[in-house]
Protein backbone atom coordinates (compact mmCIF):
# COMPACT_ATOMS: atom_id res chain seq x y z
CA UNK A 1 0.00 0.00 0.00
CA UNK A 2 1.39 3.25 -0.91
CA UNK A 3 1.67 5.04 2.77
CA UNK A 4 0.09 8.81 3.06
CA UNK A 5 0.37 10.46 6.59
CA UNK A 6 -0.61 14.10 5.40
CA UNK A 7 -1.27 16.62 8.12
CA UNK A 8 -2.88 20.01 7.19
CA UNK A 9 -4.46 23.07 9.00
CA UNK A 10 -8.03 21.84 9.93
CA UNK A 11 -7.92 17.83 8.96
CA UNK A 12 -4.94 15.15 8.23
CA UNK A 13 -5.44 12.35 6.14
CA UNK A 14 -3.47 8.95 7.88
CA UNK A 15 -3.48 5.39 6.83
CA UNK A 16 -6.56 2.81 7.81
CA UNK A 17 -5.50 0.06 10.11
CA UNK A 18 -7.07 -2.99 10.57
CA UNK A 19 -8.93 -2.05 13.81
CA UNK A 20 -10.27 1.97 12.53
CA UNK A 21 -12.78 -0.65 9.85
CA UNK A 22 -14.98 -0.34 12.29
CA UNK A 23 -15.69 3.10 11.43
CA UNK A 24 -15.93 2.62 7.47
CA UNK A 25 -18.11 -0.47 8.20
CA UNK A 26 -20.94 1.08 8.90
CA UNK A 27 -20.26 3.71 6.41
CA UNK A 28 -20.31 0.71 4.03
CA UNK A 29 -23.46 -0.48 5.74
CA UNK A 30 -25.87 2.40 5.57
CA UNK A 31 -26.17 1.94 2.28
CA UNK A 32 -28.74 3.95 1.49
CA UNK A 33 -26.53 7.18 2.30
CA UNK A 34 -23.23 6.75 0.77
CA UNK A 35 -24.54 3.88 -2.00
CA UNK A 36 -23.07 6.44 -4.49
CA UNK A 37 -19.31 6.19 -2.94
CA UNK A 38 -19.11 3.08 -1.46
CA UNK A 39 -20.85 1.45 -5.02
CA UNK A 40 -22.68 -0.77 -3.10
CA UNK A 41 -26.32 -0.72 -2.05
CA UNK A 42 -26.59 -3.89 0.13
CA UNK A 43 -25.16 -5.21 3.29
CA UNK A 44 -21.48 -6.34 3.46
CA UNK A 45 -19.86 -8.65 5.87
CA UNK A 46 -16.80 -7.06 8.04
CA UNK A 47 -15.09 -10.33 6.10
CA UNK A 48 -15.61 -8.72 2.95
CA UNK A 49 -14.39 -5.59 3.88
CA UNK A 50 -11.46 -6.79 5.43
CA UNK A 51 -10.77 -8.67 2.28
CA UNK A 52 -10.71 -5.14 -0.06
CA UNK A 53 -8.36 -3.81 3.09
CA UNK A 54 -6.00 -6.41 2.36
CA UNK A 55 -6.29 -5.74 -1.61
CA UNK A 56 -5.55 -2.64 -0.92
CA UNK A 57 -2.48 -3.23 1.21
CA UNK A 58 -0.99 -5.84 -1.48
CA UNK A 59 -0.69 -3.36 -4.20
CA UNK A 60 1.88 -0.96 -4.03
CA UNK A 61 0.26 2.20 -5.87
CA UNK A 62 -2.74 1.98 -3.43
CA UNK A 63 -3.64 4.11 -0.72
CA UNK A 64 -6.65 3.89 1.45
CA UNK A 65 -6.57 6.55 4.04
CA UNK A 66 -8.59 8.35 6.81
CA UNK A 67 -10.01 11.79 6.69
CA UNK A 68 -9.39 12.82 10.70
CA UNK A 69 -10.65 16.43 12.26
CA UNK A 70 -7.55 17.48 13.82
CA UNK A 71 -9.86 19.54 16.98
CA UNK A 72 -11.67 15.96 17.75
CA UNK A 73 -8.94 13.23 16.46
CA UNK A 74 -11.44 11.47 15.19
CA UNK A 75 -12.10 9.74 11.98
CA UNK A 76 -15.10 11.69 10.02
CA UNK A 77 -14.63 10.46 6.44
CA UNK A 78 -12.26 8.11 4.07
CA UNK A 79 -10.24 8.44 0.99
CA UNK A 80 -9.24 5.58 -1.30
CA UNK A 81 -7.32 5.68 -4.45
CA UNK A 82 -4.54 4.84 -6.96
CA UNK A 83 -1.54 6.50 -8.23
CA UNK A 84 -0.37 5.61 -11.60
CA UNK A 85 2.64 6.31 -12.81
CA UNK A 86 4.04 5.40 -16.22
CA UNK A 87 3.77 8.62 -18.65
CA UNK A 88 0.21 9.78 -17.13
CA UNK A 89 1.16 10.68 -13.62
CA UNK A 90 -2.75 9.94 -12.98
CA UNK A 91 -4.40 9.77 -9.29
CA UNK A 92 -7.45 7.92 -9.13
CA UNK A 93 -9.72 9.11 -6.34
CA UNK A 94 -11.76 5.74 -6.17
CA UNK A 95 -13.98 6.62 -2.41
CA UNK A 96 -14.78 9.86 -0.61
CA UNK A 97 -16.98 9.45 2.68
CA UNK A 98 -17.30 12.34 4.68
CA UNK A 99 -19.58 11.02 7.87
CA UNK A 100 -22.83 12.79 7.50
CA UNK A 101 -22.50 15.48 10.64
CA UNK A 102 -19.47 16.96 9.17
CA UNK A 103 -21.04 17.00 5.04
CA UNK A 104 -21.03 20.47 3.62
CA UNK A 105 -18.34 22.17 6.22
CA UNK A 106 -15.70 21.98 3.89
CA UNK A 107 -14.17 19.02 5.24
CA UNK A 108 -14.45 17.08 2.05
CA UNK A 109 -12.81 19.83 0.00
CA UNK A 110 -9.98 20.32 2.55
CA UNK A 111 -9.18 16.76 2.23
CA UNK A 112 -9.65 16.55 -1.64
CA UNK A 113 -6.97 19.50 -1.73
CA UNK A 114 -4.86 17.77 0.85
CA UNK A 115 -4.96 15.03 -0.98
CA UNK A 116 -3.98 16.65 -4.51
CA UNK A 117 -1.12 18.78 -3.50
CA UNK A 118 0.87 16.06 -2.12
CA UNK A 119 0.65 14.44 -4.83
CA UNK A 120 1.23 17.55 -6.58
CA UNK A 121 4.65 18.02 -4.37
CA UNK A 122 5.45 14.60 -4.08
CA UNK A 123 4.32 12.80 -7.39
CA UNK A 124 4.12 15.67 -9.99
CA UNK A 125 1.02 14.38 -10.95
CA UNK A 126 -0.62 15.81 -14.46
CA UNK A 127 -4.37 14.85 -13.87
CA UNK A 128 -6.68 13.28 -11.01
CA UNK A 129 -10.01 11.82 -11.92
CA UNK A 130 -12.80 9.94 -10.72
CA UNK A 131 -15.56 8.10 -11.94
CA UNK A 132 -19.47 9.60 -10.59
CA UNK A 133 -23.04 8.15 -11.13
CA UNK A 134 -24.74 10.35 -13.37
CA UNK A 135 -27.77 10.24 -10.88
CA UNK A 136 -25.67 11.77 -8.06
CA UNK A 137 -26.10 15.42 -8.81
CA UNK A 138 -24.93 16.23 -5.04
CA UNK A 139 -21.42 14.62 -5.91
CA UNK A 140 -20.89 16.21 -9.76
CA UNK A 141 -21.78 19.63 -8.31
CA UNK A 142 -19.22 18.76 -5.48
CA UNK A 143 -16.25 17.97 -8.11
CA UNK A 144 -17.25 20.38 -10.03
CA UNK A 145 -16.88 22.95 -7.56
CA UNK A 146 -13.29 21.77 -6.84
CA UNK A 147 -12.29 22.26 -10.77
CA UNK A 148 -12.93 18.81 -12.04
CA UNK A 149 -14.65 18.47 -16.26
CA UNK A 150 -16.96 16.11 -16.84
CA UNK A 151 -14.64 13.97 -19.77
CA UNK A 152 -17.25 11.35 -20.82
CA UNK A 153 -19.95 9.40 -19.90
CA UNK A 154 -19.49 5.27 -20.14
CA UNK A 155 -22.09 2.70 -20.72
CA UNK A 156 -23.44 0.97 -17.44
CA UNK A 157 -21.51 -1.40 -16.31
CA UNK A 158 -22.21 -1.33 -12.56
CA UNK A 159 -25.87 -1.69 -11.09
CA UNK A 160 -27.34 -0.07 -7.64
CA UNK A 161 -30.85 -1.00 -6.65
CA UNK A 162 -31.06 -3.57 -9.90
CA UNK A 163 -30.77 0.31 -12.05
CA UNK A 164 -27.90 0.52 -14.42
CA UNK A 165 -25.43 2.89 -12.91
CA UNK A 166 -23.91 5.22 -15.18
CA UNK A 167 -20.76 6.65 -14.47
CA UNK A 168 -19.33 10.14 -15.70
CA UNK A 169 -15.49 10.50 -15.75
CA UNK A 170 -14.37 13.82 -14.35
CA UNK A 171 -10.76 14.93 -14.25
CA UNK A 172 -9.02 17.87 -12.99
CA UNK A 173 -5.85 18.71 -14.74
CA UNK A 174 -3.00 19.97 -12.65
CA UNK A 175 -0.43 22.99 -13.73
CA UNK A 176 2.60 22.20 -13.10
Known amino acids: ?27 YN ?12 YPISFNHLVRKYNESILCLDEFFVGIYSCNLYKMIGV ?19 IESGFQRKGYGQK ?4 LINHFKSN ?17 IKFWHKQGFEEMESLNSFLELSEKPFNPIVMCKYISQ
Open 79 to 97: LKGKYINLDKRTLWIRLVI
Open 123 to 139: KNIKSVCLAVAKDNIKA
Open 30 to 41: NYEEYKYATGVD
Open 1 to 27: MLSLNIQGDDIFLKDIKLNELKYIYKW
Open 111 to 114: AVNL
